[in-house]
């Protein structure tokens, strides 16, 4: 075969490309909103996206990067990785929350603004994150003693 042979593209690659395209795509749609804005609604709008910026580097990564460091502490090593991600998902969305956690905007006026018990969400939430994160290292050591993926290799 010449070097002039097709090359074919791997899946992943495609996947990748496919996926970023889209997000592309999203981005310059939400572009176009935001410049439809008025003054005022886009300085709040880039306020409130500051405001995020600042609450998760003053708040959230140092409170994540403290819990890590105690669960490296007193934590087996089996259960970090699990027990970390699951911190981090849980901070994340309880920063995203706290606006409907403390009922912020709520009106006494218009009963369909924060209409349901978003504390009874977040603490559904917050068991399913803490029992995945408690049950994926068992299962990983499950796999692995059974001669699973990550088990070690006989000779």
Same mark, same amino acid.
């Given at each position: $075969? ?5 090359? #074919?593209? @791997? ?10 395209l889209?997000?592309? /795509?999203? /981005?310059?749609? %939400? ?17 409130? $996206?500051?405001?995020g ?33 699951? =911190?981090?998902?849980? =901070?994340?969305?309880? /920063? ?6 403390? @009922?912020? %905007?709520? @009106?006494?006026?218009?009963p ?14 917050? /068991? ?12 990983? @050591?499950?796999? #692995?003693?059974?001669?699973?993926? %990550?088990?070690?290799? #006989?000779?």
């Amino acid at each position: $075969m010449s070097g002039s042979a097709s090359r #074919r593209v @791997r899946p992943e690659v495609a996947v990748r490309a496919v996926v970023g395209l889209l997000g592309l /795509a999203a /981005a310059a749609y %939400g572009a176009v909103l935001l410049l439809g804005l008025d003054g005022a609604d886009l300085l709040d709008t880039v306020l409130w $996206m500051a405001g995020g910026v600042v609450l998760h580097d003053a708040v959230v990564a140092p409170l994540t990067v403290l819990a890590t460091v105690l669960l490296v502490r007193v934590v087996p090593a089996s259960w970090r990785t699990s027990l970390t991600v699951g =911190l981090v998902v849980l =901070l994340g969305v309880t /920063a995203t929350a706290v606006p409907v956690l403390g @009922r912020f %905007g709520a @009106r006494s006026d218009n009963p369909t603004l924060l209409d349901r018990d978003y504390t009874g969400g977040w603490l559904l939430l917050a /068991a399913a994150v803490l029992l995945l994160a408690l049950v994926v290292p068992v299962v990983a @050591r499950r796999v #692995r003693a059974a001669g699973g993926p %990550g088990a070690p290799r #006989r000779r």
